[in-house]
C-alpha cells in the first residue's frame, strides 16, 4: 500500500480532490478546462494546504536520514555512552531502555541526554521508549516506582480502575523522559495453553484467555497511557499467546498453526486499531495459514494484507526485537531491516546496538537500488513523522 510519497505524490501535491493521477486543466477532471479552454487555476489553488510540518521535515531529509528514523536500538543504564553514538553517527532514531532502570530521577537524566540529541539538520529529536507492562515486565522500578501488578491481576481492576491506574503509571513514565510504552500486551492465551505458553502464559502478561476477556483492560491500559501523555504500542501481532516457545530464546516451537485471517484471536487488535492504537508491533513468530514462507516480521500477507489492509491499521508498525531474538538468528543482520520495510513495518528494534549500522546501510542501498523499496521507506518514514509531530517530537511542531 502506498501513500502521496509513492506513485500519486505529484497528486498529493497539488492537492487535487479526487486525486485520481490527471493533470490539472485536463477537461476530464471536474473543475478542469472550461469551454472557453481556459483553465481553473484559482479552483486547485483555492483548495490546496501547506505541507505539514511532518511533510515538510521528511521533504527535507537524505536517504541516510531516513533510514535512521526506522531504526530504534536497546540502551542500558551501563550503554548511554555508545548507544548516543549510534545516534549522533546518524544510524537511529531512538532507543528503548532495556537493563533494569532504578529511578525515576536517574532514567531522566539519560532520557534528556537522548532528546538533547535532536538532529539541528533535521529538528527531529529521538524516540525514548520503554516496556513497562507490569509483573515480570517492568523496566522503570525503584523506590519511587511502585511494582506494578501482572497484566491478569491489572483485569481485575475493572476498566475504570484500571484506565486510572494506567495514568498514574503512564505519568511516572512521562516524568522520567519516556515518549512510548511498549505495551500493552493483546495475546489471547487460551486456558489449555496457560503456563506452557513461554513468552506469555509462562509470565502472567496476558490480560485473558478470550478475546472478550482481554480486550477490555487492554485498551483500558493503553487509554490510561494515552490519558498521562505516553503513546501504547499493542503488541505481539498477530498474537503469541497459542505458541509453546519464546521467540526471545529459541526458534522451536514458535509456529501457530492454528492461526487465520477470521480467527478470533485477532480480536483484540481489532479493538485497540479501532480505539486508535498509535502503534502495533508485530511478532517474529510463524503463521504457516498465513504465511508459510516467512515469519510475521517479515511477512507482507500479515503485516501489509492483513494488519493494513483488512484490518485498517494505518500507524506506526514495529518489528518485535530482531537483534538478539534466537528466532531470527539464521537471518542477516541486514535483511533483518530491509525484509521488515518490505513486509510493511516502519520501525526496526534490534537489542544489538551495535547493528544498527549494517542495518542502516542495507536500508539505504536498497533506497538507492530499488525504487519499490525506495517508496515503501518514504511511507514508512512518513508514518514515523506523523506521529513525532503529534508527539511535539519535531521542531516545526513546537
Known amino acids: 500500500m502506498r501513500t502521496c510519497r509513492s506513485a500519486l505524490a505529484a497528486c498529493c501535491l497539488l492537492a487535487l480532490s479526487a486525486c485520481t493521477g490527471t493533470t490539472p486543466g485536463d477537461s476530464s477532471t471536474t473543475g478542469g478546462a472550461d469551454q472557453n479552454g481556459t483553465g481553473s487555476a484559482s479552483a486547485a489553488t483555492s483548495t490546496s494546504s501547506p505541507p505539514s510540518c ?70 527531529i529529536t529521538p524516540w525514548v521508549t520503554i516496556d513497562q507492562e507490569g509483573g515480570a515486565v517492568q523496566q522503570l522500578k525503584g523506590p519511587d516506582i511502585p511494582a506494578i501488578p501482572s497484566a491478569l491481576d491489572q483485569a481485575e481492576l475493572g476498566a475504570v480502575d484500571l484506565r486510572a491506574q494506567a495514568t498514574l503509571w503512564g505519568q511516572q513514565l512521562k516524568g522520567a523522559g519516556i515518549d512510548i510504552n511498549l505495551a500493552p500486551v493483546a495475546d489471547v492465551v487460551p486456558t489449555e495453553k496457560g503456563t506452557k505458553n513461554a513468552p506469555i502464559g509462562y509470565y502472567d502478561r496476558q490480560y485473558g484467555a478470550t478475546p472478550h476477556e482481554v480486550s477490555g483492560p487492554m485498551i483500558a491500559f493503553m487509554q490510561g497511557m494515552q490519558d498521562a501523555g505516553i503513546t501504547p504500542t499493542v503488541k505481539h501481532f498477530p498474537g503469541i499467546g497459542r505458541i509453546d516457545g519464546n521467540t526471545d530464546k529459541t526458534a522451536a516451537g514458535i509456529a501457530d498453526h492454528q492461526l487465520t485471517a477470521d480467527d ?89 546496538a551495535d547493528q544498527a549500522p549494517t542495518m542502516h546501510a542495507a536500508i539505504v542501498a536498497k533506497y538507492a537500488a530499488d525504487t519499490e523499496f525506495a517508496d515503501q521507506v518514504d511511507d514508512a518514514v512518513d508514518r514515523v513523522l506523523a506521529l513525532k509531530e503529534e508527539q511535539g517530537l519535531l521542531v516545526c511542531a513546537d
Open 54 to 123: 511532518a511533510q515538510q521535515t521528511a521533504d527535507g531529509l537524505t536517504p541516510e536520514q531516513k533510514g535512521a528514523q526506522l531504526i530504534l536500538v536497546a540502551m542500558s543504564s551501563s550503554t548511554i555512552g555508545s548507544t548516543s553514538t549510534q545516534i549522533t553517527d546518524g544510524y537511529a532514531g531512538g532507543v528503548f531502555l532495556l537493563g533494569g532502570w532504578s529511578s525515576v530521577t536517574t532514567t531522566a537524566t539519560a532520557t534528556e541526554h537522548i532528546h538533547l540529541l535532536a538532529d539541528g539538520t533535521t529538528g
Open 264 to 352: 478470533p484471536v485477532l480480536q483484540p487488535f481489532q479493538d485497540a486499531i479501532d480505539e486508535g492504537a498509535p502503534i502495533v508491533m508485530v511478532s517474529t513468530a510463524q503463521y504457516p495459514n498465513l504465511d508459510p514462507a516467512n515469519q510475521a516480521a517479515f511477512s507482507p500477507p500479515i503485516v501489509t494484507d492483513l494488519l493494513r489492509e483488512k484490518m485498517g491499521f494505518d500507524g506506526v508498525v514495529f518489528s518485535d526485537d530482531v537483534g538478539a531474538a534466537v528466532s531470527v538468528s539464521g537471518i542477516p543482520v541486514a535483511d533483518r531491516a530491509t525484509r521488515f520495510i518490505e513486509a510493511g513495518g516502519d520501525v526496526v528494534l534490534t537489542a544489538v
